[in-house]
């Protein structure tokens, strides 16, 4: 079975950073597509960075200069680096994978989801 398990959340003054974590299993992590989306009480689910199978990335502008994704295929790990944090950045942080190597920020392009770990910052 396909499993994504966030970790990493918490609560964060702004400015400060936080690192949250996506450890992946079931399925060949290293040929997925990988995003990060998060929803905030009453706000849809958004897109907030991706990486595909090669390794390039692509970030929503609200989180670009400050946000970093990242991957380990050898621990079948996926990680968002955010730095600079604001509190328009609490949120609910998911975990998601494509079943393409590449993919977009649609939240149609993943059919696999964390249960999230949540970001608060204040």
């Known amino acids: 079975d396909v499993q994504l398990v966030e970790s990493g959340g918490g609560l964060v003054q702004p400015g400060g950073s936080l690192r949250v974590s996506c450890a992946a299993s079931g399925f060949t992590f290293s040929r997925s597509a990988m995003n990060w989306f998060r929803q905030a009480p009453g706000q849809e689910r958004e897109g907030v960075a991706v990486i595909d199978s090669d390794g390039r990335t692509n970030y929503a502008d609200s989180v670009k200069g400050r946000f970093t994704i990242s991957k380990d295929n050898a621990r079948n790990n996926l990680y968002l680096q955010m730095n600079s944090l604001k509190p328009d950045d609490t949120a609910m942080y998911y975990c998601?994978?494509?079943?393409?190597?590449?993919?977009?920020?649609?939240?149609?392009?993943?059919?696999?989801w964390g249960q999230g770990t949540q970001v608060t910052v204040s």
């Open positions: 998601a994978a494509s079943r393409w190597t590449t993919a977009t920020m649609s939240r149609g392009d993943y059919n696999h």
